[in-house]
């Protein structure tokens, strides 16, 4: 089982290998793995994370073949547009062909996709990201798995459960648990990406995170992406160093006095700068915010979507503020599900083809249906928690997380199962 298909490497120049999918060619960079043409790969994200022999990729490969071309037609089918995709409202009609056709929307026509209320409009918005989605992305879904190694924080985000100075029993995984943990994701499990999450101020310092890093790079073909929070500068220089190439940082809200209500003692600014940085050293970028924030708009989730954009998001992370009983937030209703995939969809719709966009483990855990109705509303990127049961339980940012209990076989068994039902392929066939 693996969460990308064999590509056979047709041509390496200047650190790029044009790989090919059944003959569909992408690149990916090359830097970690010494390849030559006729070689046999594992790519995401766009590096190339493993060779392996062509009696493995061969073998994978006719597993795959017929599956491919099925899930994908059945996709397609699914998201083509029909008569009734099309709607009385003129004004409604004219902005979503604006839409289909990958024409710029003006910030009044985004705030009115955003605000429409009638269910029938939410679902042409929906079956418009929807139609985007296929058409430029085809049927991939990525699937990173997230590793959570420790629930210290030293921050005291006003909506988060973990933060200081109360919370949870604390834990840090020891190097070994981890070093572990990310062996299984990666040998047993098939993952080719890994998030590694915690509180910000963890319990490790930076150097012993790069350290981290570096171990599992050592051992296991895959890519990582860091989730430290706020590292500092050179510390992003240090953990791309030890062969880090992604982070996950939110922004969490696009509006800089809502973002100091909430973070005392931090601004946005500074989130800011950390995700400039890291995109000028090579990381790719996952950030986003989130929905339903108490004393947040609609102007500013249409904010958060363009401002992620400008951050060069590879992936969108956006998901539903979710109140948990011990923080000053606690008394604020979480959003609809409607709000939540108004957001998603109109993220698609803005950004058709470059961004992956996720569907939040916080967002299943406002809805049973989350998978099902964000992948069909412009979402095409799920996470699967690897984090050791006796631990999982303790990372509580919000409460009754998904998948909470569930062991990491189940949760595969189960995204695998639902994936194909939807013609959706666990592929991530990178940009
Ligand atoms: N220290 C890391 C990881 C933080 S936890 C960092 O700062 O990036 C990961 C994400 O969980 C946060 O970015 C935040 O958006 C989300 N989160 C925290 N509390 C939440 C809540 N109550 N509801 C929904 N999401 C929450």
Redesign the pocket.
């Known amino acids: 089982m693996c969460y990308t298909i064999p590509a056979l490497v047709e041509e390496v120049r200047k650190g790029v290998a044009t790989i090919s999918y059944f003959g569909e060619r992408k690149q990916a960079y090359c830097e970690f793995v010494k390849l030559s043409p006729g070689d046999y790969i594992y790519a995401q994200g766009g590096y190339v994370v493993e060779k392996i022999s062509p009696a493995q990729a061969q073998k994978t490969l006719k597993a795959w073949k017929d599956v491919f071309f099925q899930l994908r037609k059945l996709d397609a089918e699914s998201a083509a547009l029909k008569a009734n995709d099309n709607s009385s409202d003129l004004k409604l009609q004219r902005i979503l062909e604006k839409a289909r056709n990958s024409g710029k929307l003006s910030k009044a026509e985004a705030l009115f996709l955003l605000r429409l209320k009638d269910p029938q409009a939410q679902f042409l918005l929906r079956r418009t990201a929807n139609y985007l989605r296929q058409k430029f992305h085809n049927n991939s879904c990525c699937v990173h798995g997230i590793l959570e190694i420790s629930n210290i ?1 030293v ?1 005291q ?1 006003a ?5 200081a100075p109360s919370g949870p029993v604390r834990y840090r995984m020891s190097v070994g648990e981890i070093i572990a943990a990310a062996g299984e994701a990666v040998n047993k499990f098939g993952f080719k990406s890994l998030v590694l ?4 101020g ?1 319990g490790y310092t930076v150097e012993e995170l790069a350290e981290i890093v570096k171990k599992i790079r050592q051992r296991f073909p895959v890519l990582i992406f860091i ?4 590292v500092g500068i050179p510390g992003l220089r240090k953990l791309y160093a030890a062969g880090a190439r992604g982070l ?3 922004f ?1 809200t696009s509006n800089p006095a809502l973002y100091k209500k909430i973070h005392p003692g931090d601004t946005l600014d500074s989130r800011i700068k950390h995700l400039q940085a890291a995109y000028r050293m090579g990381y790719l970028i996952i950030t ?3 929905i339903g924030l108490p004393g947040s708009t609609e102007a500013d989730s249409v904010n958060d979507i363009n401002l992620a954009a400008s951050l060069h998001a590879e992936m969108l ?1 956006f ?6 009983p011990f ?1 000053p ?1 606690a008394k604020h209703p ?1 959003p609809s599900e409607e709000a939540v995939l108004g957001v998603l969809a109109l993220a698609r719709i803005i950004f058709p083809a470059k961004t992956k966009i996720l569907i ?1 483990t ?1 967002y299943e ?1 406002l809805s049973p249906q989350a998978r099902q109705n964000g992948l069909i509303s412009g979402g095409n990127s799920i996470m699967i928690n690897v984090t050791p049961l006796k631990y999982r339980s303790l ?1 509580t ?3 009754h997380r998904a998948h909470a209990d569930q062991t990491v076989a189940q949760q595969v068994r189960e995204a695998l199962a639902m994936l194909k039902s939807f013609g959706r392929g666990p592929t991530d066939l990178g940009n």
């Open positions: 924080c921050r985000c909506y988060c459960g973990i933060s999450q915690s509180g910000e963890c989730s430290f929070g706020e996950l940082l939110r969490e986003g915010g989130l992370s998901g539903p503020f979710l109140p948990h923080t937030l979480a939040t916080a855990t990372y940012i919000y409460p």
